[in-house]
Every structure is written in structure tokens, then in C-alpha cells.
T-cell receptor, first 111, second 116 residues
Framework: GDSVTQMEGPVTLSEEAFLTINCTYTATGYPSLFWYVQYPGEGLQLLLKATKADDKGSNKGFEATYRKETTSFHLEKGSVQVSDSAVYFCALRSNDYKLSFGAGTTVTVRA | DAGVIQSPRHEVTEMGQEVTLRCKPISGHDYLFWYRQTMMRGLELLIYFNNNVPIDDSGMPEDRFSAKMPNASFSTLKIQPSEPRDSAVYFC??????????????FGPGTRLTVL
């Protein structure tokens, strides 16, 4: 079945550091890929998405490129802030409307 | 739009009691999803509806769990009887399916359930 594997955390960074969270997937067909973010005590919010190969999703300084050849959708941000501290989830949706989520990566950014 | 609304935000109950969680999806959305989040198992899809009809309930853990969607603007997830292992955060999400386009699921703030 469809599945997502993402980098285990926790990840601790200093402000202005570069962030990468790896995500790889297994799916039949051509899934859509998503990154969701969960801030403490809140629900999940869509951060960015990509619907086909080579698409780049971007939002709030975060980027991820849909790489079909490596079945990956790694999340990157060039300069993180304390406010980026959250749990990040990679997810995919294939032919039905269900999302398959990764385990989540906790990111803590220190001032 | 107010987004997905869930109530209550927090629920503390005793083992054996019935628990009802409520969700109001975003107006016009035709898909509704119930998820459970725990430290041990992460995010699990319990059930989802399309146009008020349950499509896939394979994630519902056991018969103690049931979900209904009597109309397009309201859904409930019921646990009867509740057990301590049901303690988790329960999320509701909704989406609008547009043919040929990726649909985004919008999540509610969740209900934190504690069963003593």
C-alpha cells in the first residue's frame, strides 16, 4: 500500500540555520504530495503541496520539489526562525481521497 | 470561513462512559475525515465520508467506535464504552474534491480526549 517515510527527529537548530527534512514515498500511480505543519496545541495546517513530477511547492520560505525518479519530497528552508518550531508531516494522496502521513518530525529552533 | 470546527476541545471522562465528539466541516466541502493522533501510532485515519456517506471505515479500531454524518454540516464520532487506551487527540478534516486537481484537507483544532 501507499506509505510515506520521513526523517526521524527530533531536530534542534539555531536561528538562521538551514533546515532539511527528508521524505520518501511508496505509491502506485502518480500521487499528490503534501507537507503539513502542526504548531503546539493546534491542528495540522497545509504548508505546501505538489501535484506532479518536478513541481515545486513553496510557502513561508519553505520549499519542496516532487522528485519522481527518487520518489522524494524533501522539505527545505534556508534560514529558520524560532517561530518555525513545530512538527512537520509529509503526506501523500493517491487515487482515493485518503492521505497517508509520515510519522512526523519535531523541529525546535533555538534563539 | 470559520474553518473546521470541533467540539469539545478537551474531554475528560471515566472508563465505561460514552463519549461523543462533534465536527462541523467547512461549508461546501464534500469530504469529511476523522483522524486519531497518539504518540505511539502517529496520525491514523479512522473513517471518511463523501457527500455524507461513509466510504471507508477500515481504520475504525473496533465496534466501540461509530461515526455518523446526518447532514453536510455535521458529523459525530462516538465511543461507547470508552477505555483508557482511547485517550488521544481526535481530528476532523474536510476537503473539496475537484476533478483533475489535488484536494487539500483542512484540519480542525482537535479534541483532546482523556479516559481515566
Amino acid at each position: 500500500g501507499d506509505s510515506v517515510t520521513q526523517m526521524e527527529g527530533p531536530v534542534t537548530l539555531s536561528e538562521e540555520a538551514f533546515l532539511t527534512i527528508n521524505c520518501t514515498y511508496t505509491a502506485t500511480g502518480y500521487p499528490s504530495l503534501f507537507w503539513y505543519v502542526q504548531y503546539p496545541g493546534e491542528g495540522l495546517q497545509l504548508l505546501l503541496k505538489a501535484t506532479k513530477a518536478d513541481d515545486k511547492g513553496s510557502n513561508k520560505g519553505f520549499e519542496a520539489t516532487y522528485r519522481k525518479e527518487t520518489t522524494s519530497f524533501h522539505l527545505e528552508k534556508g534560514s529558520v526562525q524560532v517561530s518555525d518550531s513545530a512538527v512537520y508531516f509529509c503526506a501523500l494522496r493517491s487515487n482515493d481521497y485518503k492521505l497517508s502521513f509520515g510519522a512526523g518530525t519535531t523541529v525546535t529552533v533555538r534563539a | 470561513d470559520a474553518g473546521v470546527i470541533q467540539s469539545p476541545r478537551h474531554e475528560v471522562t471515566e472508563m465505561g462512559q460514552e463519549v461523543t465528539l462533534r465536527c462541523k466541516p467547512i461549508s461546501g466541502h464534500d469530504y469529511l475525515f476523522w483522524y486519531r493522533q497518539t504518540m505511539m501510532r502517529g496520525l491514523e485515519l479512522l473513517i471518511y465520508f463523501n457527500n455524507n456517506v461513509p466510504i471507508d471505515d477500515s481504520g475504525m479500531p473496533e465496534d466501540r467506535f461509530s461515526a455518523k454524518m446526518p447532514n453536510a454540516s455535521f458529523s459525530t464520532l462516538k465511543i461507547q464504552p470508552s477505555e483508557p487506551r482511547d485517550s488521544a487527540v481526535y481530528f476532523c478534516a474536510s476537503s473539496l474534491a475537484v476533478p483533475g486537481r489535488s484536494d487539500t484537507q483542512y484540519f480542525g483544532p482537535g479534541t483532546r480526549l482523556t479516559v481515566l
